[in-house]
């Protein structure tokens, strides 16, 4: 079920992404 939240400005897809690029990071971190 798909519905906006006026408090929430993030985006499902923004939140996604902020998330994809905190792994990565996490990620890099470990193969340092």
């Known amino acids: ?3 906006d939240k006026p ?3 993030e985006t499902q897809q923004e ?3 902020r ?3 905190e792994y ?3 990620v890099a971190e ?3």
């Open 1 to 3: 079920m798909i519905y």
């Open 7 to 9: 408090k929430h400005k």
């Open 15 to 17: 939140r996604q992404a």
């Open 19 to 21: 998330n994809q690029r």
């Open 24 to 26: 990565e990071r996490l």
């Open 30 to 32: 470990l193969k340092h």
